[in-house]
């Protein structure tokens, strides 16, 4: 038996809990997994509410994330003990995922735990600093590089934007971060932004154009934002989406691509191939600031991660959330 936080669906209803369940409720796969840590990520907030159907399978256990220790294995690849990580390709959604004491998943899907990383570290990272890192990476192949102009964060105080922040800013990038709580400028100033906007600026329908003020984006929450980060980059710039938090939507207009040659670049942290994986979490463990890292991570216990859920949808969280599953 092992504590795992269940997502169910049935005539009563949508709900989570924390429940205790039976070895046989794990999934098929070639590894098991003592996890130590989880983490939560906006989708772990919808799959928790269900306010979007990320969950496509019940009864599931939740968690797109998980670090933890192999505990058995049928893949040569991976021996009990072997440090791991995993974050995407559905665990969480179609799969039982890490918001648990175990998991069972593909070996195709683990990546051993990068040296330098510790579970937690790892998790406090998650899916939201490794999606910030393929951004960067995004920006990096572009051209954008520290001295070519602003770089603009949007969703700054969420899990992507705080550690974009602290990765673009250790890069020597001048950042300009957007959000909706002015009252933490200073904690954004601390992570190393140079400069802090309200989403007031960008949120709200806009102009095709607009004044050339970044060369780089990295935008976590589409829609109107989007489409104004689009509008205010620089001739020959970049724009990384990786986010909807405002919305799906992009309501612009070709200007900025036709008259501007700007680009935008899609990034999808769920089915990324390995090779890409691979080189984002070693660029994490090898470039980010760890002790930065730290003072933007809370940690709760599976039972916090249910409130943990609603709180990141409503904006209520500040940076990155570690789920001690085994506190």
Not at 14 to 32: F, I, Q, W
Not at 183 to 209: Q, T
Request: some cysteine; charged content about 20%.
């Amino acid at each position: 038996m092992f504590k795992a936080l269940v997502v169910e669906k049935d005539e009563a209803g949508y709900r989570a809990g924390v429940k205790e369940v039976d070895d046989s409720a794990l999934p098929a796969g070639e590894v098991t997994v003592d996890v130590a840590f989880s983490t939560i990520n906006y989708k772990d907030g919808l799959a928790i509410t269900g306010k979007a159907p990320v969950v496509r399978k019940f009864p599931l256990h939740a968690g797109i994330d998980f670090a933890g220790t192999v505990s058995a294995s049928d893949d040569a690849r991976f021996r009990p003990g072997d440090a791991v990580l995993l974050n995407g390709f559905g665990v969480g959604e179609s799969h039982s995922g890490g918001l648990a004491q175990k998991a069972r998943v593909k070996a195709d899907w683990l990546l051993p735990l990068p040296t330098g990383l510790t579970p937690r570290q790892a998790m406090a990272i998650g899916t939201a600093g490794y999606t910030a890192m393929l951004c960067v990476m995004a920006l990096d192949k572009h051209g954008v590089v520290p001295g070519s102009g602003d770089v603009l964060v949007t969703g700054a105080n969420g899990g992507v934007g705080t550690v974009a922040i602290t990765l673009l800013a250790k890069m020597g990038h001048r950042v300009v971060a957007s959000t909706g709580r002015l009252n933490e400028a200073d904690f954004l100033k601390g992570l190393g932004a140079a400069e802090v906007i309200s989403r007031d600026e960008l949120s709200a329908p806009g102009k095709p154009l607009g004044k050339e003020r970044w060369v780089g984006v990295l935008d976590s929450v589409g829609s109107h934002t989007l489409a104004n980060a689009l509008a205010g980059t620089r001739y020959g710039g970049a724009v990384a989406a990786c986010g909807l938090a405002q919305g799906m939507d992009l309501p612009g207009s070709v200007a900025p691509f036709i008259l501007r040659g700007v680009t935008l670049y899609g990034i999808d942290s769920v089915m990324a191939p390995m090779a890409l994986r691979r080189a984002a979490w070693q660029r994490l463990a090898d470039e980010l600031d760890l002790d930065k890292l730290e003072t933007l991570t809370q940690e709760v216990t599976l039972l916090g991660a249910l409130q943990a859920g609603p709180d990141i949808l409503a904006g209520r969280i500040r940076g990155r959330v570690v789920v001690n599953v085994n506190a």
